[in-house]
């Protein structure tokens, strides 16, 4: 069905993790890691330290590497995220800029709500959190979770049009019934 990523969740990497990157790359598809914390905006050291892992992951199984990480990161999840949003978006921000400087080399995807329209101001610059992680990523997600084309496009206009202005491979999601 055309159908050929796989996003892992599961934050031991080890020889099960091995032995399943082994069978679904035999069967033509790339496995990212999946992972995420909704405060990883706010401290991202268990981030690095999965990194770390992921990193030493590779390098111990050259044949059964994982492609990159796709990460799901909520900071809208957070308790009080509607009385400090700016400030959580912000940091949010700062951690797909900071996350791109030290993993340059590793293939890294965003999970993103399609309101992310907020302007937010990093370093001087100031662009809609979409376009601030779009820039600092290889591949974006927006979960538009509607059952339409028309009312997909319609949600996720804003960042599939950003997206196309860039070298960001964007993808939009969609809501499945029963």
């Known amino acids: 069905n055309g159908v050929d990523e796989i996003y892992y969740c599961d934050y031991n990497l080890n020889d ?8 679904a790359k035999a069967l033509g598809f790339k496995v990212y890691a999946l992972w ?5 905006g706010e ?3 268990g981030f690095d330290e999965l990194m770390n892992n992921y ?4 390098r111990n199984n050259p044949d059964n590497k ?4 796709h990460l799901d990161i909520e900071p809208h999840q957070i308790d009080d995220f509607d009385t400090y949003r700016s400030t959580y978006l912000l940091n949010f921000v700062k951690f797909a800029y900071t996350t791109n400087t030290l993993y340059s080399n590793i293939e890294i ?6 309101w992310f329209d907020d302007e937010i101001t990093y370093k001087g610059i100031t662009k809609k959190v979409h376009e601030h992680i779009i820039d600092n990523a290889n591949k974006v ?10 009312k997909i496009y319609d949600i996720a206009q804003e960042e599939l049009i950003y997206a196309n202005s860039t070298t960001t491979e964007l993808s939009v999601s969609v809501n499945m019934t029963s």
């Open 55 to 58: 990193k030493t992951y590779n």
């Open 36 to 40: 995420g914390e909704k405060d990883w």
């Open 66 to 69: 994982l492609d990159g990480v």
């Open 43 to 45: 401290d991202r050291s």
């Open 16 to 23: 099960k993790t091995a032995a399943f990157v082994s069978k």
């Open 109 to 114: 995807h965003y999970d993103i709500p399609f």
């Open 141 to 150: 997600v927006v979960m538009s979770y509607r059952d339409t084309a028309e």
